[in-house]
């Protein structure tokens, strides 16, 4: 049976004062079957091409943030599921931000999570 999920785009926006941006990674929200997950990719080519002087150690580390913040580590171990998909596609205006949020059908949230990687990332 499919179950309703909800995901959002996790995109790179280097200089925010530009707005250009690239798609690092996709978050993923199946309440059905209580999963939480982030897939992250970054391509540093076309970061570079952006913002030749990004900080790509610290990008990556905050990309890892986002994975470990779904597994409910740190201050988002407190928090359900559902709160820690919300305040992770709030609005924000940093190098690394949540796109809109969609929905879509799945069997399985895990394998869907993947495909949308390779589609909107990779």
């Excluded at 079957?33 to 076309?46: M, N, P, Q």
């Excluded at 610290?58 to 599921?81: F, H, K, N, P, Y």
């Amino acid at each position: 049976m499919r179950s309703p999920y909800e995901y959002a785009v996790i995109q790179a926006v280097p200089r925010i004062e530009r707005g250009e941006l690239i798609n690092v990674g996709v978050l993923l929200y199946c309440q059905q079957k209580d999963f939480l997950a982030a897939r992250t990719h970054l391509h540093e080519g076309r970061l570079l091409a952006l913002d030749p002087d990004a900080d790509l150690e610290g990008i990556r580390a905050a990309l890892a943030s986002w994975e470990t913040t779904c597994a409910g580590d740190g201050a988002s171990r407190v928090m359900s599921l559902g709160e820690r998909f919300r305040w992770m596609v709030a609005p924000r205006s940093t190098v690394l931000r949540a796109g809109a949020v969609h929905m879509g059908l799945a069997e399985d949230p895990e394998a869907e999570l993947d495909r949308l990687l390779t589609l909107l990332v990779r």
